[in-house]
């Protein structure tokens, strides 16, 4: 008699079925995917998802990619790398406590931000000078995983990722592509606090008092008031929600955070010489097409889109070094 027992695809639909709540997402029906694939063996659709996006080369940038502070001098500062592993711990954390799909909230919040510029927000703003409206790294997280690095994902994963920021009016069509709404904003306002913290450009006794008395202590106080609030409010509510007051609280902080951390004035030099490198870079690229890697053209895509597909797949470190290769003056030529 074998200590081991299989686990196959069909056994893992099966026990969806029985234990997941009724407004859960079931792997076996989803939209399916834009190719047709045999299902796996042992995987449910969304597991092959989340695994798909685990070992995806825009996913493994990610690492090198700012989240705050461009090129933390530190080793403990939060990239955009463990900015997505801490929003996947705790929109899983969120979607197992409401007996949702936790596979595929946990491929969502994977995927949620490889399509971000180098230099984080700063870097979205440059790019977006170069199109009608805004850039999104959403939309170029989508277009990353259907085109420049085609990975056949599931329907209501890319609907989730699309849908992610809170500025995009058309919510997810899911409840568990909607956690990553909340899960995103929890992860970045407690641990961006942190790092700024860290880095003393903020002190604690310059948080706001209101923010404290609601939420406790900086950090892991308030990831769990946070996330205790969404399970608490969209249990009562069916919808994915937060009651009001922390709602409130965690739109404060965030202001909080936009004037003193993101916007704060000594940054700005930083904002404007990473505003500069990439703004200088899509210049450069639109008038040397010839020079972009042969995995960047696509004969279906305009040339402003080649060069901003490119570009915006840069790590801060590379957009940096060949800013410095194109534009940095040779003295011994």
Known sequence: ?????????????ARELDSLAPGATLSAESRGRVSFEEPDMWRTAFERDR????????????????????????????????????VTQIGGAIARSLSLNDDLTEAVCL???????????????????????EWR????????FSVLEPLNLTWEVLDGIRAHPWKVEDPASTHEGNIVRFSDRIAYLAHDALDALRA????????????????????????????????????????????????????TLRDFMFAHVYL?????????????????????????????????????ADDLTQVLDYVSGMTDRYAIRVHDELFRPRLFE
């Open 137 to 144: 790294h959403s939309d170029q997280s989508v277009r990353i």
């Open 200 to 251: 003393s450009v903020l002190d604690e006794g310059s948080l706001p008092a209101g923010v404290v008395a609601t939420l406790g202590a900086p950090g892991r106080d308030w990831v769990d008031v946070m996330v205790q609030s969404v399970i608490d409010e969209s249990y009562r509510q069916g919808h994915i929600t937060m009651e009001p007051f922390i709602l409130e609280a965690m739109h």
């Open 1 to 13: 008699m074998s200590e081991f027992r299989l686990r196959t695809r069909e056994s893992a639909e």
């Open 111 to 133: 995927g949620h931000d490889v399509g971000h510029s180098p230099f984080g927000h700063t870097g979205e703003d440059a790019l977006s000078e170069f199109v009608d409206g």
């Open 264 to 300: 704060r004035a000594d940054a700005e030099p930083q904002r404007r010489r990473a505003q500069q490198i990439v703004r200088e870079l899509v210049e450069y690229y639109l008038e040397h097409l010839e020079e972009l890697p042969d995995s960047y053209l696509h004969a279906e």
């Open 51 to 86: 695994d798909r996006i685990l070992h995806a080369k825009a996913f493994r940038r990610l690492k090198h990619k700012t989240q705050v502070f461009m090129n933390p001098e530190g080793d403990h500062f939060v990239t955009r790398m463990t900015h997505t592993l801490q």
